[in-house]
C-alpha cells in the first residue's frame, strides 16, 4: 500500500539553473579572456597566465588545508602561515644538503630531490601541525575569538623558532639544474618550474576531490562539514577525524611553502604571514570549507595578480581585494559556501 | 569627584589602583623622574599607545568585533597630520586641520568597513580586515610621491614645540623646559584626555547596551536594539580615538612613515598588548601597553645579559637572545589566553587583592 | 509481560549556558516495544533525547543503559553501545547521495543484503533515490531516509524525535507502518511524537513531560481511554488534537 501512495518523481533542474551553478567555474576561463583583450600581445598573455596559474595553484596548496579545517572543525587557524614558513626552511635545508643531485643536469636526480624535500616538509608540518592542533586548539573548540588570538600567538611563536633555529636571515637556494629556465614557444618563454607547479596543484586538487568523493574518509569530512553532531551520532569519533584533517592542511601548508620558497628562491621566516593574506582572501572568495570554490578563487587571484602586475603594478593588491568585494556583493557567503545544518 | 572623573569606572582592587598610580605618576613626571632622552621617547609611546590600545580595547573588549584594520586608522590619522604639516607648513593651523581631516577620513572608512560587515560573517569580517589593512599600507607605500613611501615624510612641526624652543632659561630640577618638553605634555594631556573620554564612552548607556550587543546579539536585536548601529558607531569611535592617537605620534616624531604606523607588527603589538593587560576593562590598555612597550624597550637589554651569561650553551643562549624577545612574549600572550583570558587587570580584580 | 529496563534516567538535570531544561528527569524506558514521550512545545522532550545521546551532558543525575551507566559518555561511545538517534531535523547529510548517508551510517562495514532489502521495502524512496543527493529529496523522503540511517545496522534502542512532524497522512501512515514493522524486530523505541493519534496506535508505555519533569508515565493504553487524565495532563484531550 505504501508504494502506491508516494509517487517517486525527480525533478529535472532548469538549464537556467544549472549553467548559473556552473558560473564561478566560468569566471577563471572568463578572467584569462579578459586579461588577454587587456595585454594585447599574445606571448606576453601566455607567459603571465601561466605564471598566475602556477601562483594561483601554490596559493591553491596552502588556502585548502586551511578552508576544509575551518569547514570540518570550525576552527579558524590565523597561524597557518607558520606551517609554510616551516615547510620551505625544511625543504630548503633538505635540498642543500643534496646538493649533489640538484646540481645534476639529470632531471630524475633533480626531481627525486625536490620529492625528497617535499617529503620531509610534509613530515614535519604534519607533526607541527599535531602539536599545534592538540596544544593550540583543542583548548579552544568553539571560541571563534579566542581561536583567533591563540593561533596567531602560536604563528609569533613559530616564526620566532625558525630564527632560534635557522638564524636571523633568508635563506636562498636556487632551483635545481633541471628545473631552472624556460620553454620558449613562439614569442613566449614559458618557465619549466611553473609548468611543474601546476602540474603538482592539478594534481593535488584532483587527488583530493577523489579522496572526497570516493573514500570512506571523504565521506566522513563531508558530512562533519555539514553536521558534525551527526556524524557523531552515527558513532565516529569525530576528534580523530579533526586531527587527520588539521595535520593533513598543515602538511599541505607545508608542501605549499617548499613549491612558494622555490619560487621566489629566497624564503623568510615571515613569508608565511606575508603570505596569509592573499590565502585568506582566496579562502573568502572560495567559500569556507569548500575546495572546489578555494581552487577557483586561488587561479582568480593568481591570474589577476600577474595581469595587474604587467598592467599596472601599483594597483595589485588592491585589486585583488576589488575583486573580493565584487564577490562578496554578489555571494556574500563566497563563491561555494557549504550548508551548513547549525 | 575622582570617582566622576573616571565615570564611575574605577580599578576595584587595592593592587590595580597602585600600579595604575604608579604609572600615571611616572608618565606625569617622567621628564624629571626618568631625564634623558631615551626614557622620554618611551614615555610618550606609552601615552600614546595607551591611546591606541584603549581604543583597540572599545571594539575588541567592548564591542566583541575583531578587526586586524586597526594600524589602518593609526596611520590615516598619522599621515593626515604629517600631510598637512609637510604641505602648509609648520603652524598650528596644519596641526589642526591635518588632525581633524585624519580624524574625519578615519571615520569614513569605519562607516565604510562597518556597513559592510553587515553582510558577512565576524571570521570574514576579520580576514577581510587584514586584508584591507595589508591593501593600505602597499598602497602608501606606492604613492611616494605622496606620502614618501617606505622612506615616509619628514616635517616641521611648531616651533613651541621643538627643543630649539626654551622657555625657561635655566634648569628646573636638572631639566631642561624646552619645546620638547612641551610636545611631551601635550602628548601626555591629549592621551589622558583621549582615555578618560573612553572611559566615559563605555560606561556610558551606549557602552552598556555596547557589551550586552557584544554578549548576546541575537538577544538584544530581540529587545529592540539594532545591532548593526552599535556596531558600526563603536568601530567608527574606535578609528577616531586611533587616528588621534596617530595624529599624536606624528607630532612627537615629527616623522611618519609605514614602519611606525601601518605595519603588521604594530597590529600584533597592539593584540597582544589588549589581551595580556585585559580585555574589556581599558584599565587593561594602561597596563598591557606600559609593560609591553617597557619589555621592548628594556628587556631586550636584560636578554642581552642573560645571552651573554648563557653564551657557553648553545641553544639556550639563542632563545635569550634580544632579538628572540618576542618569543616569549608570544609565549605569554598565549598563557594568557588560556589563564588569564580577562588579563592582568581581570586576574587582579577577581583576587580582589 | 514483564520487561526488563532497557533504559532508565534519574534525577537528570540538563542546563543549556544559564536555562535549567531538565529538572529532575525519572525516566524508564521497557525494553522491546515502543515507549512514548509526550508533552506540549518547550517541556524538554528533545532535551530529553540529546541528554541521552550524549550532545548534551547532564549536569545532575545519571543515566543507564543495559545495566550500565552512560551518563558521562562522549556521543559517538553513546552510539556504538546501541543506541541511534533520529534528530527533529533529521540530520540528513544534503550534500552527500542517499547511498553514502547509508553508506555512513552502516559503520561496520558494507551493508547486509537481507537488511537492506528489508529497509527498501519499508521505505521505497530509499531505493528509487539510492544514487540521488539527498537534498534533492522533500521532507517525507528525508524523515524516511533518517529513520532508514537508524536501522540500516541493528540497535537495541532508537531514539526518534517527532518523526512525522510536517509530513502528509500518506506519509504519516507509511513512517507508523515502519515504525510497527520495526517494532516487530525486538528493536525498542523510545519515540517523541506530537501526534497522539500515530503514538497511541503504536505505543506500548506512556511518559509525559512538563516543566522538564516527567509528571505521568504508564501504559499506553490506559492513558489513550482516558480522556479525563489527558486533560488533566495536556490541557486538552488529545483524541481530537491531530
Known sequence: ?342 | MLTRLLSGDTPRSGLLTVLLLIVVVSLAFAPFLFPGTRSLETAARICIFIVLVASYDLLLGYAGIVSFAHTMFFGIGAYGTALALATTGPSYGSLIWGTVAGAVVAAVFALAIGLFSLRVKAIFFAMVTLAVASAFAVFVSQMSWLTGGEDGLNYKIPRELTPAFKLVKEKVFGVRINGKLLAYYLVFFASTILFLVMLRIVNSPFGRTLKAVRDNAFRAEAIGYRVVWYRTTATVLSAVMAALAGSLLAIWLRYTGPATTLSMEIMIDILLMVVIGGMGTLYGAVLGATLFILAQTYLQTLMGVAAEATGAVPFVSTLVAPERWLLWLGVLFILSVYFFPSGIVGRLRAGRV | MSADILLSLSGVHTHIGPYHILQGVDLQVPEGGVTVLLGRNGAGKTTTLRTIMGLWTASQGDIHFADREITRLATPEISRRGIAFVPEDMGIFTDLTVAENMVLAAASGPMEGKRLAWIKELFPPIGTFWNSSAGTLSGGQKQMLAVARAIIEPRRLILIDEPTKGLAPAVIKAMTDALRDLKDTDTTILLVEQNFAMASSIGDTVAVMDDGRIIHSGPMQALAGDAALQEKLMGLSLETHQ
Open chain 1, 1 to 342: 500500500m505504501s508504494e502506491t501512495s508516494i509517487k517517486p518523481r525527480l525533478e529535472k533542474i532548469p538549464l537556467g539553473e544549472r549553467v548559473f551553478q556552473r558560473l564561478p567555474v566560468l569566471l577563471v576561463p572568463l578572467l584569462a579572456v579578459t586579461g588577454l583583450i587587456a595585454i594585447g600581445n599574445p606571448a606576453s598573455w601566455l607567459t603571465l597566465t601561466v605564471a598566475g596559474l602556477a601562483m594561483g595553484m601554490m596559493i591553491f596548496i596552502m588556502a585548502s588545508g586551511l578552508t576544509v579545517v575551518f569547514g570540518l572543525m570550525d576552527v579558524i587557524n590565523f597561524g597557518h602561515g607558520a606551517f609554510v614558513a616551516v615547510g620551505a626552511f625544511v625543504g630548503f635545508t633538505v635540498l642543500a644538503w643534496l646538493a649533489g643531485w640538484t646540481a645534476s643536469p639529470s632531471v630524475m636526480m633533480n626531481l627525486a630531490a625536490v620529492l625528497i624535500a617535499i617529503l620531509a616538509a610534509m613530515l614535519v608540518t604534519g607533526l607541527l601541525g599535531l602539536a599545534f592542533e592538540r596544544v593550540i586548539v583543542m583548548p579552544v573548540y568553539g571560541e571563534h575569538l579566542k581561536q583567533i588570538l591563540v593561533t596567531m600567538g602560536g604563528l609569533i611563536v613559530a616564526q620566532q623558532m625558525i630564527h632560534v633555529v635557522w638564524g636571523p636571515d633568508e635563506m636562498h637556494l636556487s632551483r635545481p639544474e633541471a628545473l631552472q629556465g624556460s620553454w620558449v614557444i613562439g614569442d613566449a618563454a614559458i618557465e619549466k618550474y611553473r609548468l611543474l607547479a601546476v602540474g603538482i596543484g592539478l594534481a593535488l586538487f584532483v587527488g583530493m576531490r577523489h579522496i572526497l568523493k570516493n573514500t570512506r574518509i571523504g565521506l566522513l569530512v563531508r558530512a562533519g562539514v555539514e553536521n558534525g553532531e551527526m556524524v557523531e551520532a552515527l558513532g565516529y569519533r569525530v576528534r580523530r577525524l579533526f586531527l587527520i584533517v588539521f595535520m593533513t592542511g598543515s602538511a599541505l601548508a607545508g608542501l605549499g611553502g617548499v613549491m612558494w620558497g622555490l619560487y621566489q628562491e629566497t624564503i623568510t621566516a615571515h613569508m608565511g604571514s606575508d603570505i596569509m593574506v592573499l590565502v585568506f582572501i582566496v579562502v573568502i572568495i572560495g567559500g569556507l570549507g569548500s575546495v572546489e570554490g578555494c581552487f577557483i578563487g586561488a587561479l582568480l587571484v593568481g591570474l589577476l595578480a600577474n595581469y595587474t602586475a604587467f598592467l599596472a603594478p601599483k594597483v595589485a593588491l588592491i585589486s585583488t581585494i576589488a575583486l573580493m568585494v565584487v564577490i562578496l556583493m554578489w555571494r556574500p557567503q563566497g563563491l561555494y559556501p557549504v550548508v551548513k545544518a547549525k
